[in-house]
């Protein structure tokens, strides 16, 4: 990923990162202009969920996009599955998708 200067508006490229939470990062970028030079911290936050995860984490709970039928995602999770399938990186993790958000 690479990000604009807000000064000049050469890309920038990320020289650290910094995981705050499962959904937010800071990132440290210096310009690319050498005439500029400016540094600068910015901080991504992944904040909606245009399709499902495969493999959720249980602990990431993120809103799902007003596109997304929820109706399709449902009827998909109770389908059988063709064949069963286990995920190489990530342990299998289930809950309910369409529970409401924040703590019970």
């Not at 500029?36 to 991504?44: K, L, N, P, V, Y």
């Not at 602990?59 to 009827?75: E, G, K």
Request: proline share 10%; aromatic share 6%; net charge positive.
């Amino acid at each position: 990923m690479r990000l604009r200067c807000p000064h000049c508006g050469w890309l920038g490229t990320i020289r650290s990162t910094e995981v705050v939470s499962a959904t937010v990062s800071r990132h440290y970028v210096i310009c690319n202009n050498l005439e500029c030079g400016h540094t600068w911290r910015a901080t991504t936050e992944a904040d909606l969920t245009l399709s499902p995860s495969a493999t959720p984490a249980s602990t990431v709970t993120l809103p799902l996009s007003s596109h997304v039928r929820r109706d399709v995602v449902a009827a998909q999770m109770r389908s059988p599955s063709i064949f069963d399938y286990l995920p190489r990186h990530t342990p299998p993790s289930t809950r309910d998708l369409f529970a409401p958000d924040g703590p019970s």
